[in-house]
């Protein structure tokens, strides 16, 4: 009697948490380097319905059934975004396809970020606004002191003069599939040891975003309306159990 209540209820709660992904990637369509997550949902461990047979009580096995929907996991797509030239002297991105990334020594440990849009904090250090120092290829910080500068197409940075200063550190992980992303969207290495790796860099251009706008639009409708189908319909099976408690007692 139970098992619709239970199921729409679920799929309410879904298609809600559905909705909360949805929301934030089109928030970040026009944030640097972000990248797409994906919202699944799976269910709860299906049940085998039996029918009962004879008076020896032989089962004939009629299907399978699972009660509810539940949120899942969220998978990112690390897919390399477009680039734009911005002419900025700090600004950098990585061409490899998605596989790369800075790393940012932030105050909760190093984190990972195809975001490039760096600038000098006040000691003079190339740094990822609101979250911390640029790492090397060695995992140390660069200090540059001024933004007059040039590089190569691997991140070398120079002096106007020659001086070698650094080199911007792009960091490469075997499986992607085991970042976790912090609530900054920037990913935590979650115990993975990611390798320095010679990567093209594009000096003044950023990636954008790798959000597809009207597939997401699209996804968002579609969402809302099956959640307002499952509010419905909840609505109407609360009232079917409402009277089946109250009037089915009356029958003589």
Known sequence: MFSGFYNLVSGMITHGKNLDV???N???????????????GQTFDEVMYSLVGNKNKTYTDIGERSYATVPSELYTDYTQGSFDETGMPLDFAIDDDGRGFFAIQTENGIRYTRAGDFSLDEEGYLSLPDHGRVLDVD???????TDKITTDDF???????????????????EDTAG???????????NGAQPQADAVLLHHSMLERS????VQQMVKMISTQRAYQSSASLTKMYDQVMGHAASDL???Q
């Open 22 to 24: 949805i929301s934030n």
């Open 26 to 40: 089109m928030a970040n369509v026009a944030t640097t380097g972000f990248k797409v997550d994906t919202f699944t």
């Open 139 to 145: 995992g140390e910080e660069i200090l540059l002191l």
């Open 155 to 173: 991140g070398r940075i120079y002096t106007q003069n020659g001086g070698f200063l650094g080199q911007i550190g792009v960091y490469v992980f």
């Open 179 to 189: 970042l976790v992303k912090d609530p900054m969207g920037m990913f935590d290495a």
């Open 210 to 213: 790798n959000v597809g706008l």
């Open 249 to 251: 007692g009356r029958l």
